[in-house]
């Protein structure tokens, strides 16, 4: 069975990074674009960043821009979000979801984690 898991995330303080992970299940994740949407509380997911399965290029909203960086592990059937200078906007439900594209919308993609919980707070 196809399946998505984030693991990596936790509470951090302003300035601070965190790693978070995307690990594949029952099918090889390097053929699939994956994104990663984040979801705080009382606001709508949104794409912050996907890479795609299309020679690794990748693609951030411009508030994550210059401190999150995208990375595959294909040995490890992962994807990375390295997440430096966090900020308290930052702070958010965290999730990873892969298709044949990348997209801006959750409806585009077929596969997802269960979320990864990011906290920013001094």
């Known amino acids: 069975q196809a399946q998505l898991v984030e693991s990596g995330g936790d509470l951090v303080h302003p300035g601070g990074s965190l790693r978070l992970s995307c690990a594949a299940s029952g099918f090889t994740l390097r053929n699939y674009a994956v994104a990663w949407f984040r979801q705080a509380p009382g606001k709508e997911r949104e794409d912050i960043a996907c890479i795609s399965n299309r020679n690794d290029n990748s693609f951030y909203i411009d508030a994550v821009k210059g401190r999150f960086t995208l990375s595959r592990d294909n040995a490890k059937n992962l994807v990375y979000l390295q997440m430096n200078s966090l900020q308290p906007e930052d702070t958010a439900v965290y999730y990873c979801?892969?298709?044949?594209?990348?997209?801006?919308?959750?409806?585009?993609?077929?596969?997802w984690g269960q979320g990864t919980q990011v906290t920013v707070s001094s």
């Open positions: 979801a892969a298709d044949a594209f990348c997209g801006s919308l959750p409806s585009e993609f077929d596969y």
